[in-house]
């Protein structure tokens, strides 16, 4: 899936200024993908300090063209069920 695809394919996730995200970390690659309207994002950081959230982050906002600072955790700190809103 080429760049704008996948920034499509984020976007129309999005239900109004929320999206669900299922995070694997420790994976083998960093890389955002959506399977079936499901945004996965696999992170190669282990799960301590919120060290993989921020790169969930960075990943997303990377994607999405936007700044990191225009999403913000709402939901899953902690799980790998994570909710973000768009500011």
Do not use: H
């Not at 976007?11 to 999206?19: I, S, V």
């Not at 955790?73 to 902690?78: A, K, N, Q, S, Y």
Request: charged share 30%; no cysteine; net charge positive.
């Amino acid at each position: 899936m080429d760049k704008e695809a996948l920034k499509q394919a984020i976007e129309a996730a999005f239900d109004g200024d929320m999206l669900s995200v299922r995070v694997t970390p420790k994976a083998s690659r960093n890389v955002v993908t959506v399977e079936d309207g499901q945004v996965r994002v696999y992170v190669t950081t282990v799960p301590e300090g919120g060290k993989a959230t921020k790169d969930v982050v960075k990943l997303l906002a990377k994607s999405l063209g936007i700044a990191k600072s225009t999403l913000e955790l709402v939901r899953g700190e902690t799980s790998r069920d994570k909710v973000f809103r768009r500011s």
